[in-house]
Nanobody
Framework: QVQLVESGGGLVQAGGSLRLSCAASGRTFSIYGMAWFRQAPGKERAFVAA????????YYADSVKGRFTISRDNAGNTVYLQMNSLKPEDTAVYYC??????????????????WGQGTQVTISS
């Protein structure tokens, strides 16, 4: 099993920045890829960004490309989501996810085996 714990959410003004962290523990050697998803009120959980565990490949939703960066602390088991130029439409609960297997469907929720509890991000206009 893998446990994921997110942190770093909060309230910021539009144009500001936040960095989310996702600490992985347990059988982290079994992780192939990591991702961030978000869920706004009344909407389905949507893909934000993904990366292979070694960070060689990264992928982004069009809505965040150029503003968000996914990365991993190679010295440990923490994955980050640096969010810049934040907009009110970025307001959501952000979830970290981990996959045990390679998949071309990196943006699909079904590609991930483990999920964190989520952290709230609120952007004020």
């Amino acid at each position: 099993q893998v446990q994921l714990v997110e942190s770093g959410g909060g309230l910021v003004q539009a144009g500001g920045s936040l960095r989310l962290s996702c600490a992985a523990s347990g059988r982290t050697f079994s992780i192939y890829g990591m991702a961030w998803f978000r869920q706004a009120p009344g909407k389905e959980r949507a893909f934000v960004a993904a990366a292979t565990w070694r960070g060689v490949n990264t992928y982004y939703a069009d809505s965040v490309k150029g503003r968000f960066t996914i990365s991993r602390d190679n010295a440990g088991n923490t994955v980050y989501l640096q969010m810049n130029s934040l907009k009110p439409e970025d307001t959501a609960v952000y979830y970290c996810a981990a996959s045990r297997r390679s998949s071309t469907s990196y943006s699909a929720r079904t590609a991930y085996d483990y999920w964190g509890q989520g952290t709230q991000v609120t952007i004020s206009s």
